[in-house]
T-cell receptor, first 117, second 110 residues
Framework: GAGVSQSPRYKVAKRGQDVALRCDPI?????LFWYQQALGQGPEFLTY????????KSGLPSDRFFAERPEGSVSTLKIQRTQQEDSAVYLC???????????????FGEGSRLTVL | GDSVTQMEGPVTLSEEAFLTINCTYT??????LFWYVQYPGEGLQLLLK?????DKGSNKGFEATYRKETTSFHLEKGSVQVSDSAVYFC?????????FGTGTRLTVIP
């Protein structure tokens, strides 16, 4: 498809389980971002990739969160030993613009809604 | 640090009413400013943007002017439609990402 694709759209996990969320960005987009959006809040930055390099992971809330983009295209966000506070919508976005400075337009996927019981 | 403060909602308007959603920002340097919209069941999408002071972004009848003196980027529309019902997010560009406001839910009733 032409847009950013995320899967699964919905995930229910028991506390303590590991989850993996996938993002397929727009073809050719250099930059890829992960955001976390809690209910009633705006998206909060988690991490940023430029091609396969993870240039900023300052937003990852704990070492249970891990993201990768090994071939500079598809990315996976992994959450280990999930906790209830991890329940949120995880948004992936991609952009043609590379590098620091004024961020160009981000194209968002529909998100993966994670519920931890 | 960089941040965005956005008018809290929800906002309910009748069709053809005038809309203003306030947004102010705190930033070092000269960020770009954005309004993103999230329609029901869809992902966030860019509505409009402005890259420097006094720029006006516009799209689909919506407008916002980058005001450096008041550090604001208020969203306006002269006559809203039912199809404008959505959540609106103000955002500013950081070094590697966008900082978003908390969002304002707009409901337009016929």
């Amino acid at each position: 498809g032409a847009g950013v694709s995320q899967s699964p759209r919905y995930k229910v996990a028991k506390r303590g389980q590991d989850v993996a969320l996938r993002c397929d960005p727009i073809s050719g987009h250099v930059s890829l971002f992960w955001y976390q959006q809690a209910l009633g809040q705006g998206p909060e930055f988690l991490t940023y990739f430029q091609n396969e390099a993870q240039l900023d992971k300052s937003g990852l809330p704990s070492d249970r969160f891990f993201a990768e983009r090994p071939e500079g295209s598809v990315s996976t966000l992994k959450i280990q030993r999930t906790q209830q506070e991890d329940s949120a919508v995880y948004l992936c976005a991609s952009s043609l613009v590379r590098g620091k400075g004024n961020t160009g337009e981000l194209f968002f996927g529909e998100g993966s809604r994670l519920t931890v019981l | 640090g960089d941040s965005v403060t956005q008018m809290e909602g929800p906002v309910t308007l009748s069709e053809e009413a005038f809309l203003t959603i306030n947004c102010t920002y705190t930033a070092t340097g000269y960020p770009s400013l954005f309004w993103y919209v999230q329609y029901p069941g869809e992902g966030l999408q860019l509505l409009l943007k402005a890259t420097k002071a006094d720029d006006k972004g516009s799209n689909k009848g919506f407008e916002a002017t980058y005001r450096k003196e008041t550090t604001s980027f208020h969203l306006e529309k002269g006559s809203v439609q039912v199809s404008d019902s959505a959540v609106y997010f103000c955002a500013l560009s950081g070094a590697n990402n966008l900082f978003f406001g908390t969002g304002t839910r707009l409901t337009v009733i016929p």
